[in-house]
């Protein structure tokens, strides 16, 4: 089994900046994707922005020059920088990660979420 716990959440003002934090722990050998989903009341949770372990990037088009994920594979921990933040970008934030077995895809693991409030 796989643990993330996120952290960094909290509320800002619109234009305003966040930074969350995933700490990935438990059986994380052969961790590989590594990413940000979101989920307002009332929506669907929606992908943000993916990393791989080799540092390859995706982002949704609604962050992208706006958001940057990165990650630190010594501490097993991803991060996702949010600038120049919307009332739009409020929802609670979830860590998701998957490992590769060579082969396959693992099921997906998520944390238990972080609120993100973007509001005057």
């Known amino acids: 089994q796989v643990q993330l716990v996120e952290s960094g959440g909290g509320l800002v003002l619109p234009g305003g900046s966040l930074r969350l934090s995933c700490v990935a722990s438990?059986?994380?050998?052969?961790?590989?994707?590594m990413g940000w989903y979101r989920q307002a009341p009332g929506n669907e949770r929606e992908r943000v922005a993916s990393?791989?372990?080799?540092?390859?990037?995706n982002y949704a088009d609604a962050v992208t020059g706006r958001f940057t994920i990165s990650r630190d594979n010594a501490k097993n921990t991803v991060y996702l920088q949010m600038n120049s933040l919307k009332p739009e970008d409020s929802a609670v934030y979830y860590c998701?990660?998957?490992?590769?077995?060579?082969?396959?895809?693992?099921?997906?693991?998520w944390g238990q979420g972080t609120q993100v409030t973007v509001s005057s």
């Open positions: 998701n990660a998957r490992k590769w077995y060579g082969d396959r895809w693992s099921p997906d693991y």
């Open positions: 438990g059986s994380i050998f052969n961790l590989n994707a």
């Open positions: 990393i791989t372990v080799g540092g390859g990037t």
